[in-house]
């Protein structure tokens, strides 16, 4: 029988809360991968960090896991910050972590932020000067500090997408959790319940409905959600 990961980035969020009730709901678990701005600076919430702590230990309490997304959603280029950034980003999960009554010194795991990337970078040549793609220099970072980075088998743009499109993108998720189960392989959802304050803002009404159509679903097939990294 296949399985399928839920995992959200970019949180907590306006949406967090609800995501939280479709789970519970469902009996399901799944993997926030978090910004620990969005915790202590709370700025999808006017700055109410007592809101967005409560939210962060709610998925504790509930039994999810929550992961590092860094601090401030670093970005390739930016790679000499990355140390810095999750090791404050730890710091405010742990600090939820003994909020809510739990060992603070758990495993935390790791996705960076736009994936694994192709970065652009210019290089010395014979005559002169070349433009070459190099390997994520993040994964040399996570490697140094003996982390790993959790990846997806599939990333659906949710972020980009109004309410409406909720019942299409719940149908593109079961398509890929099908074609996944083919292959012999368990699915690992990238969704958002939230975002990084770019002109998308922070609402993902579109996640939600679509979860509203998913659960119920891949229940009555029989499928079941577990965490990432395996074992989490």
Known sequence: MPRVALTFDDGPGPVTGRVLDLLRAARARATFFLLGRNIEEAPWCGGDRARACALVRRVLEEGHVAGNHTYSHVRPEDWRRLA?????????????????????????????????????????????????????????????????HVHWTSDFDDWTLAAEAGPDLAARMLAHVERAAALGLDAVLDLHD?????????????????????LPEIARRGIETFTVPAGA
């Open 194 to 214: 939230s975002g990084t304050g770019s002109s998308w803002g922070y609402d993902r009404p579109a996640t939600a409905a679509a979860l509203e159509r998913f």
């Open 84 to 148: 810095d950034d999750l090791r404050r980003n730890d710091d405010v999960i742990r600090a939820c972590r003994r909020e809510a009554g739990l060992p603070a010194d758990a495993p935390i795991p790791v996705r960076l932020p736009y994936g694994v990337k192709i970065v652009s970078e210019t290089v010395p040549a014979a005559t002169g000067t070349l433009a070459a793609g190099v390997l994520d220099p993040r994964l040399a970072v996570l490697a140094s500090l003996g982390r790993t």
